[in-house]
């Protein structure tokens, strides 16, 4: 099964792609993740994307599409993935379509996780990550059991994204808005989206989007 998951900023794609990856086994191809990467390793590619990644804009296609088409073709994408954060514009999604054809896979469900703006720049500027496993944690949501313990790995060191701040939350919710969401009523086209209520917990999204995976 391939999926997309579809949403702003801070909707929660990466928190349910993780669980879904633990749950039904799919591969998670977060382009966020491998651009921070990319940055990470001052590859050519990384430098190219800090750039815009730090407005909060959206890198270009080009170099998204080739990142995503050289990653699904590792044997692990065999069995299925979840598109976290892919496509976000309409040359990413009919460039998908094209990579998808060629290869004979297809899309099975394209996941909207509905969520109001308001509560997107709390979720996301509270957000930090264990350094060492990945773990992720909120300043008021969730802390660590242990004051500056990873409840996971029993790391002590813990980072926050360059961009998680309230600056450019707003850039990244308008590239949202003119961007991605066009790409709603192109997936409602071909039938295969479906939607979520992103303002319930965690526990409660993950069972939404079961139920469409499972088609009940
Ligand atoms: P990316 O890394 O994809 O960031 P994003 O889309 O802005 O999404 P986030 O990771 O911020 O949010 P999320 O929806 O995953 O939420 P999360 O689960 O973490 O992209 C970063 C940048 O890279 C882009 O701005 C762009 O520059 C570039 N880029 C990436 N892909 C690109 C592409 N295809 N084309 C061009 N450029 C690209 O949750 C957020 C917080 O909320 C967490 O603290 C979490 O615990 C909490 N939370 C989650 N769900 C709930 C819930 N139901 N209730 C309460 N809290 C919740």
Redesign the pocket.
């Given at each position: 099964m391939n999926l997309i998951l579809l949403?702003?900023?801070?909707?929660?794609?990466?928190?349910?792609a993780k669980r879904l990856v633990n749950c039904v086994g799919l591969v998670q191809l977060?382009?966020?993740?491998m651009?921070?990467a990319a940055v990470a390793n001052g590859s050519a590619v990384g430098l190219d994307?800090k750039v815009?990644?730090d407005r909060?804009?959206?890198?270009d296609?080009s170099i998204?599409v080739a990142i995503i088409e050289e990653r699904i073709d590792e044997p692990d994408c065999r069995n299925g993935f979840i598109l976290?954060?892919?496509?976000?514009?309409e040359a990413?999604a009919e460039a998908l379509d094209k990579m998808l054809s060629n290869k004979n896979l297809k899309l099975d469900k394209v996941i909207e996780?509905r969520t109001d703006d308001a509560v997107l720049t709390e979720?996301?500027t509270?957000?930090f990550a264990c350094a060492d496993c990945g773990e992720?944690y909120?300043d008021q949501?969730?802390q660590p059991l242990v004051k500056n313990v990873c409840d996971s790995c029993g790391g002590h060191n813990f980072s926050r994204r360059n961009?998680?701040n309230a600056e450019t939350v707003r850039a990244?919710l308008s590239?949202?808005h003119s961007q991605t969401a066009p790409l709603l009523p192109y997936y409602r086209q071909q039938g295969v989206l479906g939607e979520v209520d992103?303002?319930?917990?965690?526990d409660e999204?993950t069972d939404q989007i079961t139920k469409i995976i499972n088609g009940s």
């Open positions: 949403g702003p900023p801070g909707a929660g794609k990466g928190t349910q977060s382009t966020g993740d651009l921070r994307a815009a990644m909060g804009a959206l890198v296609d998204v976290d954060g892919f496509p976000r514009t990413q996780i979720r996301i509270g957000r992720g909120h949501f969730r961009d998680d990244r590239a949202y992103g303002m319930l917990g965690v999204v």
